[in-house]
């Protein structure tokens, strides 16, 4: 009982950044954009938070100057994707690549450098609860915050006007923008939510996971959260289920080879991909389910036809 | 307001200089990188983008490096235009390696002019074989091609890594992971003799001219066009999506595939675990340059080339970090993705106030 | 069949003309390049490589140059980059991972007078030496130290691939581990990775989850160090001294020190003597280095550590002495007899009492 309380500890600090960085694409593919620079916002957001906290000593001023960085290099893809009318997936890859190759040349200085995790909240008596206060009130701020994220975005998707509006534009712009909706403003501002979310998805990792900076630290973890938006059929709920399924695939297989349970690692390593894929086959063969929560304009170049 | 209208008829002069465009912008965004990092930015252009081409050692090198890119961003410009999104072709390169590698290995020590036509076969079944999960997935369960060709790369990569872990390691290679090398007779011919340029850039040349033909005059190429443009006019249209969906991800997975078995067979000459280095990622910025274009892809993997030999010379000789190769190749995209803007659309301005601000 | 159109382009003469302005300038000044697999900062093995590049800046001044490229990988671009370096003047080059080995002898086989260095391979050639380091020596000192740490009795051991020098590793500190606590156990996390972060310190929180109070490594990051930190349990530096990233956990680290070497070697390049050779030196001749070792290290224990170090260095004690058996239980040592360098060299089996199986 105590290692699973503890496994499942890891899987939360496994899975926190691919929900920051789910939830943020979840909102900017419910409003008709695909944006595949995941990667390339997350890992600029680590580099940002990790050398500006290192720099100021303080995680506040860190993790916000990653949720800035991701938010600028969204505006980059949003100027491109939105006002230029560029191709989104060619736009996204792009930006991917480029935020590799730049965080890697700001990195330069801060590879072998480390700070202090952000240390983990001990609240009076729920803390030491027996297996409820390890697995819900003892995690640093970051896991509650990103949990408030899919609350407050479940939320604004579902009850606000905005939210509506939203929804609405990713389904069908031509009529919103009839209606009289600013279709590129509310994208852009999707947008920029998106970034700032998957900057600081990749300055969990930078800062709390591993307080250090390598290039590529990400490794790939923006294309799980694409993964996961899709597998979420764009609600936040399963977005949150979706990430902490994967974290957990992650963690259990590590665990498996420690117990010594006998299949090839690297067997072992491909699972989570594969588990992905199947989740995503099983989540949509259902055709008309599918369509029904697929924005009906994502990836579609929005321009006003006089 | 600013507005953009779509052209009814794409520029065709300014669809072949907007990429030069592109580049002088992308030139003049590296200097000032460069000017920032503090390194001389007149020198650094001139060693990443003059100077492979003054030396022959160079071009040879990026006939190299252009060939899988040019095979494989062909593959994909079928998919792109008909909307179908295979950003995987670096897994189906993998395994199209891994078949190939197989039979080569398979065979080793036997002679015979049939053996690399053999392994060619494998490496473009392989890809294919890759591909086809993917589109069975999308025509049977809907599922989007885009995560699953991606996931699948990484599990291409794993299973490269047992395989030449395992089954396909050297046996006197003191148990590291690669393969034994390749015999004689299942390595490519050299083209130019003391280079690299193997017989697969006269198949890439080939393959240009095919894709070419077809885009061009063979009904498939504009049943591409169509579902591109609308997938409902498609099935109007009396041919079925699905077949195009299985056409285009088997064509970029069989090229991906033999690509891939270029790349063991050739510069390489076994099966290492490092032999994916994203080519299958590069090609997609390929295809696009190349405004899906067979003839336009020629001259795009050119440049990718380019960057990349440009950019290892800059590293040696400037001591420039290698992540500017990748800064480069992404402001490079940038530029056109932003610039083509002028061939596709005519810009209105209704509200020149707020567009003169701009 | 080989050469279907000969001579399209005669790319030869270049290659001839810069290799000639090669051997003139070397005179002046040697130029020394250098191939990394990773990048400079990842604190691993590429930054102890560059390490060593900077030790031949700092010995010879002015007479050298030094070149580097980094994150070469080990498929078809290392053969250019070799060949780059190769033609453009430099005296020697040294390809610093096992997937240069091919590229560097095709490559050598064109250029006759300059002389490679490849590291961790096995194949040379009359300009080709290698060179490695006996870094099982270092991984039998922390497993004394690991083994007397314990209270759990339980070590983790992230892996990265099951190439011979990480088998090597495990068996170097299981039997060194197991000399001063029979109870001892290993669990082996294979992570197929050198460097992500993420992973690493998932792998290092597993392994603690399950008992472990001692980690080892051999993968590139700091990570697991840093892991061991916030969990308060003990682990090791790899490759450099990580003290920085942990410095209440980490014990000691096995510090690859290459900058002697590099320093000799391109002292013999400029004196004419340089020879093809194999050479695989560990503690003795300094090419391993153990980090100086916590003070939370019991002193009895610190003195067992060092004795065994000094031992090693002396030649008087080998971590690989009989009696060995297999995992299987077959005999591979008998009593006193030590293993052969081939046998150690290609090494691809778990010693006896290690648990699980190793990939094949």
């Known amino acids: 009982m105590d290692l699973l309380v503890l496994i499942l500890q890891g899987v939360i600090v496994s899975a926190t950044s691919l929900v920051f960085a789910a939830i943020g694409e979840l909102v900017v593919e419910r409003a008709g954009v695909l944006n595949l620079g995941l990667e390339g916002m997350m890992v600029l957001g680590a580099i940002a938070g990790f050398a500006v906290t290192l720099d100021t000593g303080s995680y506040v001023v860190g993790i916000a100057a990653a949720a800035v960085t991701g938010a600028i290099a969204a505006s980059l893809f949003g100027f491109l994707t939105q006002i230029l009318l560029s191709n989104q997936v060619a736009t996204g890859l792009a930006l991917t690549i480029f935020g590799l190759g730049l965080s890697a040349l700001l990195g330069q200085g801060y590879s072998g450098e480390s700070t202090e995790p952000l240390a983990k909240i001990h609240i009076f008596f729920l803390s030491d609860i027996p297996i409820v206060g390890p697995l819900m009130f003892s995690h640093d701020p970051l896991v509650y915050l990103s949990l408030a994220l899919a609350v407050g975005v479940a939320w604004f998707l579902a009850k606000t006007r905005t939210g509506l509006i939203l929804r609405a534009i990713g389904e069908n712009h031509d009529a919103a923008h009839a209606i009289g909706y600013s279709v590129v403003g509310v994208r852009m501002a999707a947008l920029l939510f998106g970034g700032a979310c998957a900057g600081v998805g990749g300055a969990y990792l930078s800062t709390v996971q591993t307080p250090l900076w390598v290039e590529n630290i990400t490794a790939g973890r923006g294309w799980i959260a694409l993964a996961i938006v899709v597998f979420s059929a764009w609600r936040p709920g399963r977005a949150l289920l979706g990430a902490y399924l994967f974290g957990g695939v992650t963690i259990v297989q590590l665990h498996v080879q420690g117990f010594g349970i006998d299949i090839e690692a690297q067997y072992l390593s491909m699972l989570p991909y594969l588990v992905t894929i199947l989740v995503l086959v099983l989540i949509s063969h259902d055709k008309a389910r599918i369509s029904l929560n697929a924005p009906a304009c994502l990836a579609k170049p929005f321009f006003v036809s006089s | 307001m600013i507005r953009l209208e779509p052209l009814k008829e794409v520029s065709k002069g300014l669809l072949y200089v907007t990429p030069a465009i592109a580049v002088i912008v992308t030139i003049l965004l590296g200097t000032v990188m460069f000017a920032v990092l503090g390194k001389d930015p007149v020198q650094a252009i001139s060693i990443i983008f003059l100077e492979p081409l003054t030396n022959s050692f160079a071009i040879s090198e990026m006939i190299v490096k252009a060939t899988p890119l040019i095979l494989i961003g062909l593959g994909l410009s079928f998919g792109f235009r008909a909307g179908i999104w295979n950003i995987g072709a670096e897994g189906q390169f993998t395994v199209g390696a891994l078949a190939g590698g197989a039979v080569a290995l398979a065979l080793h020590e036997v002679e015979g002019i049939w053996v690399l036509p053999l392994m060619c076969l494998a490496g473009i079944l392989g890809g294919m074989a890759w591909a086809a999960i993917p589109a069975f997935l999308r025509t049977r369960f809907n599922t989007n091609e885009i995560l699953v060709t991606l996931m699948l790369t990484y599990v291409a990569v794993l299973l490269l890594s047992v395989m030449v872990h395992g089954p396909l390691k050297d046996p006197e290679g003191l148990n590291f992971p690669e393969s034994r090398l390749f015999h004689e007779s299942a390595i490519l011919p050299i083209l130019i003799e003391e280079t690299r340029v193997h017989i697969g850039f006269l198949v890439a040349l080939a393959a240009v001219l095919v894709a070419w033909v077809i885009l061009r005059h063979h009904v498939f190429g504009y049943q591409v066009k169509v579902m591109g443009q609308s997938p409902r006019a498609a099935n109007y249209g009396g041919f079925a999506q699905q077949r195009v969906v299985w056409t285009c991800l088997m064509i970029s997975g069989g090229l991906a595939g033999l690509a891939g078995l270029f790349e063991a067979a050739g510069p390489v000459g076994q099966l290492v675990p490092a032999l994916p280095v994203g080519y299958g990622f590069t090609a997609i910025i390929v295809a696009f340059l190349g405004r899906l274009t067979p003839v336009g892809i020629l001259l795009s993997g050119f440049v990718m080339a380019l960057t990349y030999i440009g950019g290892e010379a800059a590293q040696i000789e400037m001591n420039l970090p290698s992540a500017v190769t990748g800064v480069f190749q992404g402001m490079f995209l940038f530029s056109l993705l932003g610039i083509d803007v002028l061939a596709r659309y005519r810009i209105q301005v209704s509200r020149p106030a707020w567009a003169a601000e701009k | ?360």
């Open chain 3, 1 to 360: 069949m080989k050469h279907i159109i000969r001579k399209l382009i005669t790319g030869t003469a270049t290659v001839a003309l810069a290799f000639s302005i090669g051997i003139a300038s070397a005179a002046a000044k040697t130029k020394v390049g250098f191939v990394y697999v990773g990048p400079i900062g990842d604190h691993g093995w590429s930054y102890a490589h560059n390490e060593g590049r900077l030790a031949v800046e700092k010995a010879f001044g002015d007479k050298v140059k030094t070149t580097y490229v980094e994150n070469v990988s080990e498929g078809p671009d290392a053969e250019r980059v070799i060949q780059q370096l190769a033609q453009s003047g430099h005296g020697i080059i040294f390809t610093t991972s096992f997937g240069f080995m091919n590229p560097t002898l095709k490559v050598a086989k064109r250029f006759p007078k300059v002389k490679f260095e490849h590291a961790t391979g096995f194949k040379r050639a009359e300009n080709v030496a290698t060179y490695s380091g006996r870094f099982y020596e270092g991984r039998h000192v922390i497993g004394l130290i690991a083994g007397k740490m314990t209270k759990t009795n339980t070590i983790g051991y992230i892996a990265s691939f099951p190439i011979p020098e990480v088998v090597r590793g495990i068996n170097a500190a299981y039997l060194a581990a197991r000399s001063v606590n029979p109870a001892v156990k290993f669990k082996i996390i294979w992570v197929s990775t050198w460097v992500d972060p993420g992973k690493e310190a998932d792998a290092a929180k597993a392994l603690i989850d399950q008992g472990a109070d001692v980690l080892m490594q051999h993968t590139d990051s700091p990570a697991a160090i840093q892991t061991a930190e916030k969990k308060g349990v003990f682990a090791f530096g790899q490759a450099s001294d990580m003290v920085k990233f942990g410095p209440k956990a980490q014990l000691t680290a096995i510090v690859d020190d290459w900058g002697p070497y590099y320093v000799s070697r391109v002292k013999a390049v400029m004196d004419g003597t340089w020879k093809s050779q194999d050479t695989w030196d560990g503690i003795g001749p300094g090419m391993v280095v153990m980090a100086p070792f916590s003070k939370r290290i019991p002193e009895n224990v610190r003195a067992m550590a060092a004795k065994a170090r000094d031992a090693i260095a002396s030649g008087k004690l080998h971590p690989f002495t009989g009696p060995i058996n297999k995992q299987d239980g077959s005999p591979w040592l008998k009593a006193g007899e030590t293993a052969q360098d081939g046998a150690l060299a290609g090494m691809n089996f778990y010693v006896e009492g290690v648990e699980g199986s190793l990939p094949k």
